[in-house]
């Protein structure tokens, strides 16, 4: 079968593409077309006419929903729309749409961990153009779509507008220079984090074996304080070091905890997440010497 993916060049683009290609599904076709432009993506599927598609192409990035709500929500809903049409004309099979845990919004602890049940009354401009697109991709068009819902994902490559990513980078940075500081936001928010390297794999397993109109959460059902993050990197540091809090780092809108229920991918694919927290921090604090020095 033909494979395209969108937003392959993306953090979890790049992962996913890898684990495809050394799962043996090959041709993997890479699409960097515009997912705004209607047209160029149907010629593009049209040229490739791919059996399956993931669609991960996006705005990821929750802080910059808040700068540009508009332009995340022409991305992440208006893309995804042109994605579904341009994967109709040409004949696709299945598609797999990312969206996210920020659906969910502001859940008390009686509430967690949360299931795919649970209604989606999200807090932010990005938990609402995933709810939105999730939404629009419901309708299917006689395609077969299948929907994760992905937790907090880490993993080396991430981009340091995340906070693993960023506290390791300042880490990375500080070891070279000699600083001491490292600055971070909300030290108390707990979320939910996976390997990138864990999350791919699930992809592949939702597309393999999951029901057309379903949704899956993709976590661990674990949640981990921020400040559990920090501390795991500044015992990998090669010197020490200190967290200085930041109020300019924290999020206009920050739920206090967010944990899922991965009882539903499990039952249905058998994924569960194999590589340990330790293990994926000190890849990122690795995969960030290497950038650092580099730059």
């Known amino acids: ?36 432009e209607l047209k160029q993506l149907e010629e593009a599927f049209n040229e490739h006419k791919p059996d399956v598609i993931y669609h991960l192409a996006a705005q ?30 040409c004949g696709a099979k299945r ?8 659906v969910y919004g502001t859940l008390a602890s009686s509430d967690l961990p949360v299931n ?46 995340f906070v693993a990513s960023a506290l390791a980078k300042q880490i990375a940075q500080n070891e070279l220079s000699g600083e001491t500081q490292v600055r971070v936001g909300n030290l108390e928010a707990k979320r939910d984090f996976a390997d990138v390297r864990d999350v791919v ?14 949704v899956y959460n993709v976590c661990t059902g674990i949640s981990r304080s921020v400040r559990d993050v920090a ?12 967290l200085v809090v930041d109020d300019q780092l924290r999020r206009p809108v920050d739920v206090s905890e967010v944990r899922g229920d991965p009882s539903l991918i499990h039952e249905v694919t058998g ?14 604090l690795e995969d960030w010497r290497m950038r650092v020095a580099n730059a």
């Not at 501390?231 to 200190?242: F, P, Q, V, W, Y």
């Open 116 to 161: 795919e049940s649970a209604p989606m009354h999200p807090v932010n401009p990005y938990g609402e153009s995933k709810a939105e697109a999730e939404r629009a991709a419901a309708a299917g068009g006689g395609l077969e779509v299948v929907c994760a819902r992905a937790f907090n994902h880490i993993g080396p490559g991430q981009s340091e507008r």
């Open 201 to 214: 794999c699930a992809y592949r397993l939702i597309v393999e074996h999951g029901e057309s109109g379903a």
């Open 271 to 284: 994924w569960t997440p194999e590589i340990p927290f330790e293990t994926t921090l000190a890849d990122v």
């Open 231 to 242: 501390d795991t990197l500044l015992g990998l540091a090669r010197h020490e070091m200190e």
């Open 95 to 102: 598609m797999l749409i990312i969206s996210s845990a920020d």
């Open 60 to 89: 990821s990035d929750v802080a910059a929903s808040w700068n540009d709500p508009k332009g995340t929500m022409r991305v992440n809903v208006d893309g995804t729309i042109n994605v579904l049409a341009a994967a109709t004309s």
């Open 1 to 36: 079968m033909s494979l395209l993916v969108t937003g392959a060049s993306g953090f979890v683009g790049r992962h996913l593409v890898a684990h495809l290609r050394a799962s043996g599904d090959v041709p993997v076709i890479e699409d960097a077309t515009d997912v705004l």
